[in-house]
């Protein structure tokens, strides 16, 4: 699937492209953004957790070595996956997509 259908103007991403795209390639990095118990409660299988107010150019490295990686970021409404997504392209990461909340997610989560 080719990035340009996805990747929306404001770097968005609907869940059912972000479904299509985790399933098609597993080098995409999904990240949940949100606190460690909202995590445990259900989290989107395969996400790795750093929450948006720990992100920094080091916690960043760890959880994304390749600036140039696929990242899809997410938290439970929106808000922290926006602060999210632009910290990170500030940091670097070209290939940021934001999916916004897992509440919009009709998909199944792991818990």
């Given at each position: 699937?080719?990035?340009?259908?996805?990747?929306?103007?404001?770097?968005?991403?609907?869940?059912?492209?972000?479904?299509?795209?985790?399933?098609?390639?597993?080098?995409?990095?999904?990240?949940?953004?949100?606190?460690?118990?909202?995590?445990?409660?259900?989290?989107?299988?395969?996400?790795i957790l750093l929450p948006y107010d720990e992100i920094t150019a080091t916690t960043a490295a760890k959880a994304i070595p390749a600036k140039d990686a696929t990242v899809i970021v997410y938290c439970r409404s929106g808000r922290r996956?926006?602060?999210?997504?632009?910290?990170?392209?500030?940091?670097?990461?070209?290939?940021?997509?934001?999916?916004?909340?897992?509440?919009?997610?009709?998909?199944?989560?792991?818990?």
């Amino acid at each position: 699937m080719s990035m340009a259908l996805i990747q929306a103007e404001d770097g968005k991403i609907a869940p059912d492209k972000a479904k299509q795209l985790l399933a098609s390639d597993s080098k995409i990095v999904l990240l949940d953004v949100r606190t460690q118990a909202e995590y445990v409660s259900g989290h989107i299988a395969r996400a790795i957790l750093l929450p948006y107010d720990e992100i920094t150019a080091t916690t960043a490295a760890k959880a994304i070595p390749a600036k140039d990686a696929t990242v899809i970021v997410y938290c439970r409404s929106g808000r922290r996956s926006a602060i999210a997504a632009a910290e990170l392209k500030k940091l670097g990461y070209s290939r940021v997509f934001d999916l916004g909340g897992i509440n919009d997610w009709p998909y199944e989560v792991v818990k």
